[in-house]
Nanobody, 120 residues
Framework: VQLQASGGGLVQPGGSLRLSCAAS????????MGWYRQAPGKQREWVADINSGGSANYVDSVKGRFTISRDNAKNTVYLQMNSLKPEDTAVYYCYFYGRTYGPTIPATYWGQGTPVTVSS
């Protein structure tokens, strides 16, 4: 199973970025998909998640600015980030909780990080 994240980069304060993360390989079912981030010198922080029915949750600091969505047919999760602030600078990691083919139990799978830098 692989999760390929993309869309990070350098953006000015107030700008927007859209992150994408596609799961591939022997994915059988996905319950929750989401994003964490880790800023330099800080612990990893949960940002947002979305379940298979489309119900989303956000950390307070991004509510009203970030929108998470998913395409179940493509096993892909998106994070639309608007009104970005310097404190949003971090490496963003995607994940999903679900099952792979075979006699496995549900588990959490992680993608590689994509860096986001908000600076003028």
């Amino acid at each position: 199973v692989q999760l390929q994240a993309s869309g990070g980069g350098l953006v000015q304060p107030g700008g927007s970025l859209r992150l994408s993360c596609a799961a591939s390989g022997s994915v059988f079912s996905i319950n929750t998909m989401g994003w964490y981030r880790q800023a330099p010198g800080k612990q990893r922080e949960w940002v947002a998640d979305i379940n298979s029915g489309g119900s989303a949750n956000y950390v307070d600091s991004v509510k009203g600015r970030f929108t998470i969505s998913r395409d179940n047919a493509k096993n892909t999760v998106y994070l639309q980030m608007n009104s970005l602030k310097p404190e949003d600078t971090a490496v963003y990691y995607c994940y999903f909780y679900g099952r792979t083919y075979g006699p496995t139990i549900p588990a959490t799978y992680w993608g590689q990080g994509t860096p986001v830098t908000v600076s003028s």
